[in-house]
């Protein structure tokens, strides 16, 4: 459990990087991080919410680690909260049905392409990950 912890660490850490790459202002990679609604422009968040995306990706990559080397005060309810989070990644990497997930509909842009081949397997494997630690991890 321990090297899933922190490989889970270290995935959630370079996506958080990258996030807060995009909040200080870098576009690399940016446009093809949101979907394409309906024939218009890449869904882009403004700027405050991308950093806040970054912490709670941060915050992730820290819940992996004391999944299995927990603080003391912390031990009682840190496996629930490690069970809720793998509960939304594995929803995400179903999707929405139609712009994101394994079963999306839309697949004519370049964000559904890397959705389909990096994101949702991805975030499900995190999930499982999340899943398995919360079980095994404390």
Request: aromatic letters at 16%; hydrophobic letters at 55%.
């Amino acid at each position: 459990m321990t090297t899933l912890a922190i490989i889970t660490a270290l995935i959630m850490t370079a996506v958080s990087l990258l996030h807060f790459y995009w909040a200080l202002g870098g576009n690399y990679g940016l446009s093809s991080a949101g979907p394409t609604l309906e024939g218009k422009d890449n869904f882009i968040p403004p700027r405050p919410m991308i950093f806040a995306v970054a912490c709670v990706l941060l915050s992730l990559a820290i819940l992996s680690i004391q999944l299995i080397w927990p603080v003391a005060y912390v031990t009682g309810f840190i496996s629930y909260i490690a069970y809720f989070v793998a509960f939304i990644f594995i929803i995400r990497g179903i999707g929405d049905f139609k712009y994101v997930g394994i079963f999306k509909k839309v697949y004519n842009s370049n964000f559904a392409k890397l959705d389909t081949v990096y994101f949702s397997p991805l975030i499900l494997l995190l999930g499982i990950a999340y899943a398995l630690l919360a079980k095994y991890g404390i």
